[in-house]
C-alpha cells in the first residue's frame, strides 16, 4: 500500500521558475526521501530527510518536512528543461526494518523551455 | 560506482508463459525488492528479499514468486503469465540510507 500521496500530479512550468511539490503521508517515520525517475527509466535517489530535521539543502533542491502535518515539499529552484520528470516521495516508516520504502504515485514535473 | 543490472529492457511473451526477471547488484547489499509500476498506480511492491534464501511478500505478491540464491542476484518469477502483468517491472537494492534502482524491465503479455 502506498504511504506518501504527493501533490499536484502533474505540474508544468516555463524554464527558470521554481517548481514546488508536496507530499503527505499517513504514519510516524524515520525518514523521508524523493526520488526523480526520467521516462522509461528507473529510479534515482536524490536527497533524504530525517525525521528530526526540517529542512535540508541539496543544489538547487530545497526540501522541508513538518512531522506535526505529516507532509514535506520538495523545491526545485531556476528549473530546467532537463528537470522534467516524474518526482515521487517515499517513507521508511518507524518501526519498519528490512529497509522497506512505501512509495507515492509521484508528480509528473514538464520544464518548458 | 553503484550498480544494479536487469536482464532485459523490453521482453514479450505470451500468455501461460513462465517468465523470468533477472536482477543483479554489485554492492554487497542484504536488502533487494521487486516493484511494479503502472501508469496512476505509481509503485507497488511485490515482494522483497532481506538475505539469502529469504523472502516477504510486498502488497501485490499474487501471481508471482522470487528466487534468492546468492546474494547479488534477485529473479522474479511469473508462473504463468497473464496479460494484467503486462507492465514496468522495476528492482532495486538498499544501503540504510537508499535505495538502488535498475533501469526497468517494460514486460508485454500478449
Known amino acids: 500500500s502506498q504511504q506518501g500521496e504527493e501533490d499536484p500530479q502533474a505540474l508544468s512550468i516555463q524554464e527558470g521558475e521554481n517548481a514546488t511539490m508536496n507530499c503527505s503521508y499517513k504514519?510516524?517515520?524515520?525518514?523521508l526521501q524523493w526520488y526523480r525517475q526520467n521516462s522509461g527509466r528507473g529510479l534515482v535517489h536524490l536527497i533524504l530527510i530525517r525525521s528530526n530535521e526540517r529542512e535540508k539543502h541539496s543544489g538547487r533542491l530545497r526540501v522541508t518536512l513538518d512531522t506535526s502535518k505529516k507532509s514535506s515539499s520538495l523545491l526545485i529552484t531556476a528549473s530546467r528543461a532537463a528537470d522534467t520528470a516524474s518526482y515521487f516521495c517515499?517513507?521508511?516508516?518507524?518501526?519498519?526494518?528490512?529497509?522497506?520504502?512505501?512509495f507515492g504515485r509521484g508528480t509528473q514535473l514538464t520544464v518548458w523551455p | 560506482d553503484v550498480k544494479v543490472t536487469q536482464s532485459s529492457r523490453y521482453l514479450v511473451k505470451r500468455t501461460g508463459e513462465k517468465v523470468f526477471l533477472e536482477c543483479v547488484q554489485d554492492m554487497d547489499h542484504e536488502n533487494m525488492f521487486w516493484y511494479r509500476q503502472d501508469p496512476g498506480l505509481g509503485l507497488r511492491l511485490i515482494y522483497f528479499?532481506?538475505?539469502?534464501?529469504?523472502?516477504e511478500k510486498g502488497d501485490i505478491p499474487e501471481g508471482y514468486s522470487v528466487s534468492r540464491e546468492k546474494k547479488e542476484r534477485f529473479s522474479l518469477i511469473l508462473e504463468s503469465a497473464s496479460t494484467n502483468q503486462t507492465s514496468m517491472y522495476l528492482c532495486?537494492?538498499?544501503?540504510?540510507?537508499?535505495?538502488?534502482f535498475g533501469p526497468g524491465t517494460r514486460l508485454t503479455v500478449t
Open positions: 528479499s532481506y538475505d539469502v534464501k529469504m523472502k
Open positions: 517515499a517513507t521508511l516508516n518507524r518501526g519498519s526494518t528490512l529497509g522497506r520504502l512505501y
Open positions: 532495486a537494492s538498499s544501503s540504510p540510507r537508499e535505495q538502488y
Open positions: 504514519t510516524s517515520i524515520n525518514n
